[in-house]
């Protein structure tokens, strides 16, 4: 089989595309992860800027932490908003243009630093105590509806960005956008071979913005969106007037217990997430090396253990220069799984494209203007995507759906997962407490598999 044509089937982790491809694939892994990473941003109230720049920078110290052998994209994570609003209300920070005062991103920065050391304590566990005790405390039924109800979970949101609550022509149009986005990329994805085939997500994004500027410069709908101008008021330092260049405001963390009491235990539900993600990302792997007729040297399964430890390093990362915490991306694996391009190297360069774009002002109003209708075209796709994949690690793992067992664990995580989100907005009330859906339906699901493994011998 030829270069070329093997690379019609996706690239390895460890493979390079050319510099062209490279930059193409890249670009579109950063508009992946724009949506999420930026919304948890602007509902927190950290810098729009920082938040980027942060994403790209763990970014590229997760692929060096990992040794260049996982490719996964660091992004913001939505666990951790309940957290950071209820310490930010506890202390009586107000935002204020929609950003939150120096000194709460500051306390929340502490807090965030220490949840970095939940998930290197679960890595250090995982290498010492080995594959097996982690596929026993958190086999595919887990990961797998863990995975389901991420996507599931997001699917108001997806929807939320497609059809405006206001109804009125603006609202049809709106609709009319999200729906040219989400058919072009699923038609490109679909039937575009080659290279264009490999950028689906791209090219559906930029068919979605093409057809808002028509309808800007033929019908004055105006659906791109500015900055705020308070996202870009607090740089560190400006160009000039900041028109072209600005670096994002940096802060450094601040002591604070109730910061660390409330964000640290957050970092306990990113990581069924994250082990999900780990499952996808082998199955699919090894299903274009099969494909390409290659095979890995290495399995991206048996690396949980560094996965867990670097993503701990990168909330800490990620923390100290100013940005939410977060987790590998569910949408990135999402994009890479139907393109079929998992090299290392393009995430990498994602993350230094986010960095860059996050300094250059004309960048960021560029991504940023991009069209909350395209987004929630584009959602529609890669939430829907990974609630797939969840299903995907369970048929690969075999996992018996008329065992009581497994029944029992999936329906109870599906339920709390998905009810607590549609229910009670993503946080269920429990014993005076605010249980983040997710985080949740995850630990029970956790504890029902530990107790009704109790006497039963493993296969």
């Known amino acids: 089989?030829?270069?070329?044509?093997?690379?019609?089937?996706?690239?390895?982790?460890?493979?390079?595309?050319?510099?062209?491809?490279?930059?193409?694939?890249?670009?579109?892994?950063?508009?992946?992860?724009?949506?999420?990473?930026?919304?948890?941003?602007?509902?927190?109230?950290?810098?729009?800027?920082?938040?980027?720049?942060?994403?790209?920078?763990?970014?590229?110290?997760?692929?060096?932490?990992?040794?260049?052998?996982?490719?996964?994209?660091?992004?913001?994570?939505?666990?951790?908003?309940?957290?950071?609003?209820?310490?930010?209300?506890?202390?009586?920070?107000?935002?204020?243009?929609?950003i939150l005062p120096a000194v709460a991103i500051q306390e929340a920065q502490f807090g965030i630093i220490m949840s970095g050391l939940v998930s290197i304590a679960a890595g250090i566990i995982v290498r010492f105590a080995g594959q097996k005790a982690v596929e026993r405390l958190l086999p595919p039924s887990i990961t797998g509806s863990v995975a389901m109800i991420i996507g599931l979970t997001l699917a108001g949101n997806a929807l939320g960005d497609s059809i405006p609550a206001a109804a009125g022509a603006m609202t049809d149009w709106w609709v009319a956008v999200a729906l040219v986005t989400l058919l072009s990329t699923v038609i490109y994805a679909r039937y575009l071979k080659g290279l264009l085939g490999q950028l689906p997500l791209l090219l559906g994004a930029l068919t979605g913005c093409a057809f808002a500027a028509v309808l800007y410069f033929v019908g004055d709908v105006n659906l791109f969106r500015e900055v705020p101008a308070a996202a870009l008021e607090s740089s560190v330092w400006k160009l000039g007037d900041g028109s072209i260049f600005a670096l994002p405001a940096f802060t450094l963390p601040k002591f604070s217990w109730e910061?660390?009491?409330?964000?640290?235990?957050?970092?306990?539900?990113?990581?069924?997430?994250?082990?999900?993600?780990?499952?996808?990302?082998?199955?699919?792997?090894?299903?274009?090396?099969?494909?390409?007729?290659?095979?890995?040297?290495?399995?991206?399964?048996?690396?949980?253990?560094?996965?867990?430890?670097?993503?701990?390093?990168c909330d800490m990362i990620s923390g100290f220069v100013g940005g939410p915490a977060g987790t590998n991306y569910g949408e990135n694996i999402s994009a890479m799984a139907i393109t079929r391009v998992f090299s290392v190297p393009v995430i990498a360069v994602a993350g230094i494209l986010a960095m860059v774009i996050a300094c250059?002002?004309?960048?960021?109003?560029?991504?940023?203007?991009?069209?909350?209708?395209?987004?929630?075209?584009?959602?529609?796709?890669?939430?829907?995507?990974?609630?797939?994949?969840?299903?995907?690690?369970?048929?690969?793992?075999?996992?018996?759906?008329?065992?009581?067992?497994?029944?029992?664990?999936?329906?109870?995580?599906?339920?709390?997962?998905?009810?607590?989100?549609?229910?009670?907005?993503?946080?269920?009330?429990?014993?005076?407490?605010?249980?983040?859906?997710?985080a949740g339906a995850a630990i029970a699901g956790i504890i029902l598999n530990a107790i009704l493994s109790i006497g039963k011998k493993d296969a």
């Open 1 to 98: 089989m030829n270069a070329t044509k093997a690379n019609d089937h996706g690239y390895l982790p460890q493979e390079t595309p050319s510099l062209g491809k490279l930059l193409l694939y890249a670009l579109q892994q950063v508009i992946v992860m724009f949506p999420a990473t930026i919304t948890v941003a602007l509902i927190t109230g950290f810098q729009v800027s920082t938040t980027i720049f942060a994403s790209g920078l763990a970014t590229i110290c997760f692929t060096l932490i990992t040794k260049k052998k996982i490719p996964m994209y660091y992004g913001s994570s939505f666990a951790y908003l309940t957290a950071i609003a209820s310490m930010c209300a506890a202390k009586g920070y107000v935002m204020t243009d929609g």
């Open 259 to 313: 910061a660390v009491l409330a964000i640290m235990p957050i970092a306990i539900a990113t990581i069924p997430e994250s082990t999900a993600h780990v499952y996808q990302l082998d199955i699919y792997v090894n299903d274009v090396a099969k494909k390409k007729g290659a095979k890995m040297d290495y399995s991206i399964a048996n690396m949980l253990d560094k996965n867990l430890i670097g993503d701990g390093i």
């Open 360 to 438: 250059f002002t004309p960048l960021i109003k560029v991504i940023y203007g991009i069209p909350l209708a395209v987004i929630g075209g584009l959602e529609i796709y890669l939430f829907g995507a990974i609630a797939a994949q969840g299903i995907a690690i369970m048929i690969d793992k075999k996992v018996d759906m008329f065992d009581s067992k497994n029944i029992t664990v999936i329906a109870t995580i599906m339920v709390l997962g998905i009810g607590g989100q549609y229910a009670f907005g993503g946080n269920i009330p429990l014993f005076g407490i605010q249980v983040p859906c997710i």
